[in-house]
């Protein structure tokens, strides 16, 4: 274990993987909470769509790619809030067009861009001081957001109407938590890239939610999963020599068929 | 504790119309809730009781008329909301959601007054009150999602009182339960009207149950059909029109579904 932190890769890896673990379970927890998950993975599949413009014109993919994600998720939640549509039929659409705009765009790139292969799975080991700072600067405020607003955000996640009627700012909450979780997805492309992104906004929370009844417990076991199975994952893949998001995604995976087994909940 | 006198009205609405979409769902409503009333709010189902709620809340604005709460516009209630306990019509709760019943009660400490801080000791201190008030203080550590459905309408009235509210807005509070746990809700209801000196609106499809406790009746569909006491109402032709049925069958069904619940 020595060995593989004496390369600055992996302990740049390692801080990167706890920060995004730690970011991802803790926005998990709504998601999970509010049923939001399809909707991550709209968001991160959109976000391509940004992250190719960012390729195509010469500007920054990760910024490009954020305010895509923002973009997506909150007309989303605007679109389906209106009644009109489920959710789940407007993500359905977001989700395919962003990706067919993305490939698009991508294919009018000439020449190999190396870079599409880690937007795509991933790729922790690269990750340098700069995106650390990057990291930060985006968890903090998604964190902050998150931390101010907890016992509001159960509320509404429990009973909206209840929570409208005591006179919460409900529909601002509601799309600061969208774009909470758009900021979330880009980081997580980071380490797990886009196909795989989602996965971290549901499966911390969801092997929380396995285990307690309470929601403090769920809030820090889902931590406890997002932190452990994103450091896990990344040592797993260097021992095993395995691709870090595709580790990452299924050492967390194991963590939620090992709470199936563990303490079925009794209902 | 109410503020104002006790002939004031809490309630006054006023040729109030309501759309949702293109549908008037309400049409030149009027009537007044005095201090201290518990007022029974009856018709048939899509009759827009519901709407009227949402209407006093300031959840929904009218399309005419005028709806005013604790003195204020329905559409800017502002601090009177903190004054308005609310239980929303009876859903299916995710019984999975991990809240403990003395959990559900403190979101109902939430309200603008509480953003950005946390909740005071007081305040939790309030939802333990509101729980012992009642019956449920004994099911404060249980999750919310095991209680019975008897069960988890007290401690929702609970979160509905946790603020001290004048004013108690509840919708189908009792839809669901057996007919012997519900006759125990609205007795609970109608003693803490008296001790606490609320008001209350209750909207509610146990037409004879609802009679023995409600001070008025408000019977709407779409339009106002008739208020007044509740025997007066019951026996309204009225009624029987908003209902298009007679009374004896609204009698016979209410019976029968009774006897069906015992079954």
């Known amino acids: 274990m020595a060995e593989m932190f004496s390369y600055a890769f992996m302990r740049h890896a390692l801080l990167a993987a706890v920060l995004t673990g730690a970011l991802c379970s803790a926005v998990a927890f709504f998601v999970v909470l509010k049923r939001l998950s399809f909707l991550g993975v709209g968001i991160s599949h959109t976000a391509l769509a940004g992250i190719a413009l960012g390729l195509v014109t010469g500007l920054d993919p990760f910024w490009c790619g954020s305010a895509f994600a923002v973009a997506t998720a909150l007309a989303t939640g605007h679109i389906s809030r209106r009644g009109q549509l489920y959710e789940d039929t407007v993500i359905g659409i977001f989700f395919a067009a962003g990706m067919a705009l993305g490939v698009a765009m991508l294919s009018s790139l000439k020449g190999y861009y190396p870079e599409i292969f880690s937007l795509l799975f991933g790729n922790i080991l690269s990750v340098s001081p700069a995106d650390l700072r990057l990291l930060a600067a985006v968890a903090a405020p998604v964190l902050l957001f998150i931390a101010l607003f907890f016992k509001e955000l159960l509320a509404i996640s429990f009973d909206e109407e209840a929570a409208l009627a005591s006179g919460l700012p409900v529909k601002p909450l509601y799309y600061g938590l969208l774009a909470a979780m758009a900021l979330t997805v880009m980081i997580s492309v980071k380490l797990v890239g886009i196909v795989l992104a989602s996965a971290l906004l549901v499966i911390p929370a969801a092997a929380g939610y396995r285990f307690s009844k309470n929601y403090r417990g769920m809030f820090l076991l889902s931590l406890a999963t997002g932190i452990g199975g994103s450091a896990g994952g990344l040592i797993l893949s260097y021992y095993l020599d395995l691709p870090s998001g595709a580790a990452i995604v299924l050492f967390m995976a194991l963590l939620f068929a090992a709470s199936l087994l563990c303490r079925p909940r009794s209902r | 504790m109410p503020s104002q006198d006790n002939n004031s009205a809490v309630i006054s609405v006023e040729r109030l119309s309501v759309k949702r979409g293109p549908a008037l ?9 005095k201090r201290g009333e518990m007022i029974g ?43 308005i306990g609310y239980i929303p019509q009876n859903r299916t709760y995710d019984r999975r959601f991990p809240l403990s019943a003395e959990d559900v009660v403190r979101t109902g400490c939430c309200s603008p007054r509480t953003l950005l801080r946390s909740l005071r000791r007081e305040e939790k201190e309030a939802a333990q009150e509101m729980l012992t008030a009642v019956g449920a203080l004994h099911l404060a550590a249980r999750p919310f999602g095991d209680l019975s459905g008897g069960e988890q309408q007290r401690v929702l009235l609970a979160r509905a009182l946790v603020r001290r509210p004048e004013l108690l807005l509840l919708d189908e509070p009792s839809t ?23 008001t209350v609106l209750i909207v509610s499809h146990d037409l004879l149950s609802l009679a023995g406790f409600a001070d008025r009746l408000l019977c709407i569909n779409r339009t106002m059909h008739i208020h ?15 209902y298009r049925c007679t009374y004896d069958i609204l009698e016979m069904a209410a019976a029968s579904e009774e006897d069906s619940r015992h079954g």
């Open chain 2, 228 to 242: 007044g006491e509740p025997q007066q109402v019951l026996h309204s032709p009225a009624l029987q029109k908003a």
């Open chain 2, 176 to 198: 669901g339960l057996d007919p012997a746990v519900q006759q125990l809700f609205l007795e609970r209801l109608r003693q803490l009207q008296r001790s606490y000196g609320l």
């Open chain 2, 25 to 33: 769902v309400l049409e030149d409503i009027s009537f007044e809730v």
């Open chain 2, 41 to 83: 709010l009856i018709g048939p189902n899509g009759g827009g009781k519901t709407t009227l709620l949402q209407t006093l809340l300031g959840l929904i604005r009218p399309s005419s008329g005028r709806a005013t709460v604790l003195g204020r516009p329905s559409g800017k209630l502002g601090a009177a909301r903190e004054k």
